[in-house]
């Protein structure tokens, strides 16, 4: 869970924003004690224990911050700490680059179901967890039951963004560095995907009938375990969007059990006033879509690392460092894989 014991002076925090700290309660004194969170992949998150309680600190990268919208992330937060789905947001700095929230401290590490399944995992009846499936409905129903955020992002809409910045990218620059090359040959494998993508939206499409509140990365890094109930936390890309978006982002990151799968799936479409009755057919698409997508998030954050003339990393557009270009290449291999080979 943490890592890297600090002192207060090495967060390197504005004045003012320990000032606006201890106006909510965490006192970054010297006997304040300090830990890095191993949680998230882009912003920084810190442990902070006080005298006056647990606090989990977050300094939002500048590359994540420039393809998310903070604002929203903040709203919609809110929507669902009101309903005890995601720990209390104490204090939001005006830049949105720091957040101070209650620190949940799990009854047990979650993440320990991460893994990361295609559109047809291979038959396992091995159930790493059990019960599982039952906690993650509880999320999946309370998350639905929300009511609609203000930012509505289809995934036909959430694609057009995604292409529109990329190929934006691909057209302002020269691709003769090194890394600027690995960076060209992952965006050409995308788009000899942009049929088989156009598909799956066409399916999602014709599954619903209205949208909902959706997370739309409810992977187990971003889940918390505490008191036999789920909560939620990194809400950047929570939208009103499709209803198959969380169930499809659950079945790709958890590692479950067939059967876990097969009862979490039924339990989740039984019924549900937003899908059509065929959306089970559309299950595997959604997972293929959360791939796709998870491909082109690593290429705008690569994008924001991408190499000079001399092979040397430039820095992030929000001033931190805290990955580096080869890493988000790393993702989108990783991401690739779990796909489907380009149609011909």
Not at 95 to 104: G, R, T, V
Not at 174 to 195: D, H, M, N
Not at 206 to 228: E, G, T, V, W, Y
Not at 311 to 327: K, Q, R, Y
Request: proline residues 5%.
């Amino acid at each position: 869970m943490t890592e890297d014991k600090l002192t207060p002076k090495m967060l390197c925090l504005p004045e003012d924003i320990i000032a606006e700290l201890k106006r909510y309660g965490c006192t970054l004194s010297d006997d304040a004690e300090l830990s890095v969170l191993s949680r998230g992949l882009s912003n920084q998150n810190y442990l902070i224990k006080t005298a006056q309680g647990q606090f989990a600190l977050r300094i939002n990268s500048g590359a994540s911050s420039a393809i998310c919208h903070r604002q929203s992330e903040v709203a919609n937060w809110h929507l669902a700490q009101e309903a005890k789905l995601a720990p209390r947001l104490h204090y939001v700095s005006s830049d949105y680059k720091y957040y101070l929230s209650d620190f949940i401290q799990v009854d047990s590490d979650w993440s320990q179901l991460m893994t990361a399944n295609c559109a047809h995992p291979l038959i396992d009846c091995f159930e790493p967890w059990p019960q599982s499936e039952r906690l993650l409905l509880g999320l999946l129903k309370g998350l639905s039951a929300l009511p609609p955020p203000s930012n509505v992002l289809s995934v036909t809409e959430q694609w057009a963004e995604y292409f529109d910045t990329l190929s934006h990218f691909s057209s302002i620059h020269q691709f003769t560095s090194p890394r600027l090359k690995q960076w060209w040959v992952r965006y050409q494998q995308l788009i000899a995907r942009k049929q088989q993508i156009t598909n799956v939206l066409a399916t999602l499409d014709a599954c619903m009938i209205s949208p909902q509140f959706s997370h739309r990365d409810l992977n187990p890094h971003n889940l918390l375990l505490k008191n036999h109930q789920l909560w939620c936390i990194d809400f950047e890309y929570a939208c009103l969007s499709h209803p198959l978006v969380d169930l499809a982002s659950v079945l790709a990151t958890h590692r479950l059990s067939t059967i876990q799968r097969h009862w979490l799936i039924s339990n989740y479409l039984n019924d549900h006033p937003r899908l059509t009755p065929d959306a089970l057919s559309a299950v595997p698409a959604a997972i293929e879509l959360y791939w796709y997508f998870g491909c082109c998030w690593a290429l705008l954050m690569a994008s924001h690392y991408h190499a000079s003339d001399n092979n040397d990393v430039s820095a992030d557009i929000g001033g931190d460092n805290s990955h580096t270009f080869g890493s988000y290449i790393t993702c989108f291999d990783d991401f690739l894989a779990l796909l489907p080979k380009p149609s011909h």
